[in-house]
Structures are given as C-alpha cells and as structure tokens.
C-alpha cells in the first residue's frame, strides 16, 4: 500500500490563531457546523461519519449541513443560515473558491472562527484549510497514468470549473503528463458539476466523438461511485481495453464502488483521500480554536494510491 502525506509549504510549521470566538454559555456545548459542497456526494458520508464521531468523543455538538444540489449560491445561504444562528465554528468545503468569500469575511467580523476542508478558498479569511494536497494528489495520478500509458491522448471529466481543489488535481495531473507524447481532446476538462448522471453522459459523448481516446482521468469519483452499472455500460467496447491496460482510467477516491470497479478490471488506479480523517481533523481545528489554541494554517490528510496490487487492502 502506497501512503503519501504531503508537507504543504513552510505554513505547518508557522501558526495562527483565530480572533475572540462567539460566547456561550459555560454550560451549553460548542456547536461546530461542517458544509460540504452537496450532502447529495457519497464522499462526504465519510466526513460525516468521522465529524459526528470526533465530535462526541471530545464533548460538542457537530452539524453537518449543506445544498442538497452542487449550487453555490445555495451554499452561500447555509453560510448565512449559521452565521446567523451563532455557532461556534465552520467547516466548509467551497464549490466555489470565490463565492464564499463574503459570507466567510461576515462570520469571521461576528467572531465565528471559518476553516475550509476538501477544498479550500486561499482568498477568502479562513483560518486554516484541512485536506488533500491536490496538487500533489494530482500528480500521483499523471505519474500512475504515465506509468501505464507512455503515449496517448486522454480527456478529464471534473465536477464544478471553479472548484479549486479539483482544479489542483487537473493542474498536477497535467503537469505529470506534459510532454509531446499526450495529447488531451478539445474541450477538456468536462464539467459534470458533481452530477453522477451527467458525468456517465460526458464519458459517452467523449468516446462517441474521440474513437481514438487512450484514457481518462476523473478529478472526482462521480461516475464510479455514483452510478457503477452505469459506468461499466458506459465505457461499452473499451472495457476489454482497460482490463488490458491498452485504455487507462485514474479517477480519485476510493469508495468501496470504486473498489470494486478497480478489482473487477473496469478501472486502473485510484488516488484515494482520507474523508474520515478531513471530518475528525476540521472538529479538533475548530475546537482548538474555540479553545484559542494556535493551529497550523494546513493539515494534510494524505493520500493512498491504489491499483490491483493493493486493493484488497481497501475492501477488508
């Protein structure tokens, strides 16, 4: 098993901490709120589970809330919703890095210490971002690409265009596979916006127009976990193709449908994140901070690269 934690520029080292947090009764537990991109993405029933978790074992409250749909401006409104309830502390992951900054610039003028998981907004006045390296993350991936596939043209399938993290992953991805050897088809990177069901729509019209596509890359696990058969039907003739490693296919994440896909041959490698640990790690921050502690401004939760040589180590 290949685990990877990145050290994310000289910021672990230096710390910051928050400004005087919302009082509360001595009392009455902290409530710490976490807002992932959609509640609808099962990559975040992870982040739930190890938030709730954390959450008490330590003795707080955990609310974990957000768009039903991968919408940014519904997410805005969650943000204004717990500003306005005066909770102790937010986690967010942005669908937008920009979108957010508003929102995040009122909690913090209330007192409301603001971290970003999964994906982060550097602009915005959060404190400190937990997550992936994506950059790094991506670049695993183009190397496990470049590995399989010394030459070849590829598309990318993400979720939204101005979701930094997954644009991290692309910009590693590619700077893992430049060269004159690859080539990657026009209009790429596809923009499912989260959607399962349009990303196995993308992967059709993608090998309808491009016969003599050599692979993909997926910044997010949408079509694998979302919809498996749907998948698999999907990538129709070019299924023998990735079994024989002549089509290869990197998406991130490793669900336990992704898992399965990987094992039975339908896909080659999987980046996998560490959701449990992004939901455990943004509660400790936040309490931490509450707790006027100094934090680090990043906390990498790391990474596994998966391919068929480990993957019964993910499904036990």
Same mark, same amino acid.
């Given at each position: 098993m290949k685990s990877t934690t990145f050290l994310l520029a000289a910021g672990l080292v230096s710390l910051v901490t928050a400004a005087p947090t919302v009082s509360h009764a001595a009392d009455k537990p902290r409530v710490f709120a976490l807002v992932p991109k959609t509640i609808s993405v099962p990559f975040y029933n992870d982040v739930e589970s190890g938030c709730m978790n954390e959450a008490k074992k330590i003795g707080v409250q955990a609310k974990f809330t957000g768009p039903t749909t991968a919408d940014a401006a519904q997410q805005v409104q969650v943000l204004q919703d717990l500003v306005s309830q005066g909770v102790d502390g937010i986690a967010v992951a942005p669908m937008d890095a920009d979108s957010v900054i508003g929102v995040i610039s009122q909690a913090r003028k209330k007192g409301i210490p603001v971290i970003t998981f999964?994906?982060?907004s550097p602009k915005a006045d959060r404190i400190a971002f937990v997550g992936t390296n994506n950059l790094g993350a991506g670049e695993e991936g183009g190397k496990a690409f470049k590995n399989l596939l010394p030459k070849g043209k590829f598309a990318i399938i993400t979720g939204g265009? +101005? +979701? +930094?993290?997954?644009?991290?992953?692309?910009k590693g991805f590619r700077e893992s596979v430049n !060269?004159?050897?690859y080539t990657e088809v026009a209009g790429s990177p596809f923009a499912c916006n989260d959607d399962a069901s349009k990303a196995i729509q993308i992967i059709q019209d993608v090998l309808t127009r491009n016969p003599d596509l050599n692979g993909f890359f997926f910044s997010g696990g949408w079509p694998l976990f979302g919809a498996p058969e749907a998948y698999i039907k999907a990538i129709g003739k070019r299924a023998a193709d990735v079994k024989n490693k002549t089509f290869i296919v990197v998406s991130f994440d490793t669900l336990t449908e992704e898992l399965k896909l990987l /094992? !039975?041959?339908y896909c080659n490698v999987l980046? !996998?994140?560490?959701?449990? +640990?992004? !939901?455990? /790690?943004?509660i400790d921050v936040l309490n931490d901070l509450a707790d006027k502690k100094s934090v680090p401004p990043v906390v990498d939760t790391g990474v596994d690269v998966v391919d068929p040589?480990?993957?019964?180590?993910?499904?036990k």
């Open positions: 999964d994906s982060d265009l +101005a +979701a +930094a993290n997954l644009n991290e992953r692309i !060269g004159e050897n /094992k !039975g041959g980046i !996998g994140q560490r959701p449990y +640990a992004m !939901g455990v /790690k943004s040589s480990n993957v019964d180590q993910f499904l």
